[in-house]
Structure formats: structure tokens, C-alpha cells
């Protein structure tokens, strides 16, 4: 399984940015896709996730109306649109896969078993 995160990059704070994860491998079918960050210094923390059957969506609180995140399940890609960035959104992105779809496990960082490489993500104050 292989999990390939792209489109981070350097932006303002105010503006926006969209990252991709191309996912391959395997069926996703009865998975959920998952973005997490970690800052400098900072545990890996959950940012969205998206049931790739049905789509339903969780989000973070930090990122709730900020971030959207998209599933297309013929291009089998997870997308994160990122909107209003703020300096503390600062940190490397990864996007993750877990076979769980209740929202109570998918905040954690321990139910996800497949991950892909991080995207780093600055906003310049």
C-alpha cells in the first residue's frame, strides 16, 4: 500500500492551499482516509478524515469551516483543501489510512495502519 502526499508549500496567512494523497496498493473501499499535521516540537495531531464509502467527514476543531476534506474515488485520491491559513497551521502534513470508520477512533493516531510520506505546510505571519 502506498499513500503519496503532495501540494504543500509556503502561502500567507489568509490564504489557501490544497493537498493531494494518491492511494494505491489496495481497496479502500472500507477505509477511511485521513489527513494528520505535526508541528515542530508537537505530537502528531488529526486534522480531517473522510469515510471513503460513503464520505462522511470529521474534522478538528482547530480546522472546523477552515478545511475541507474530498474524496474521488475514481482517481482513488484524498484532497485537503486548506482555507484561512494561520501561522499555526504550520507543520508537516500526512495523509493516513485506517479500517475503521467510527468517528471515536479516527482522532486517533493509533488506529491508522497505512501512511504516506509528509507534505510540509508554512504560513508566513
Known amino acids: 500500500v502506498q499513500l503519496q502526499a503532495s501540494g504543500g508549500g509556503l502561502v500567507q496567512a489568509g490564504g489557501s492551499l490544497g493537498l493531494s494523497c494518491g492511494a494505491s496498493g489496495r481497496t479502500f473501499s472500507r477505509y477511511t482516509l485521513g489527513w494528520f499535521r505535526q508541528a515542530p516540537g508537537k505530537e502528531r495531531e488529526f486534522v480531517a478524515a473522510?469515510?471513503?464509502?460513503?464520505?462522511?467527514?470529521v474534522y478538528a476543531e482547530s480546522v472546523k469551516g477552515r478545511f475541507t476534506i474530498s474524496r474521488d474515488t475514481a482517481k482513488n485520491m484524498v484532497s485537503l483543501q486548506m482555507e484561512s491559513l494561520e501561522p499555526e497551521d504550520t507543520a508537516v502534513y500526512y495523509c493516513?489510512?485506517?479500517?475503521?470508520?467510527?468517528?471515536?477512533?479516527?482522532?486517533?493516531?493509533?488506529?491508522?495502519?497505512?501512511w504516506g510520506q509528509g507534505t510540509q505546510v508554512t504560513v508566513s505571519s
Open positions: 473522510i469515510e471513503w464509502s460513503a464520505g462522511n467527514t
Open positions: 493516513a489510512a485506517t479500517p475503521y470508520t467510527d468517528p471515536t477512533y479516527l482522532l486517533l493516531r493509533r488506529s491508522y495502519v497505512y
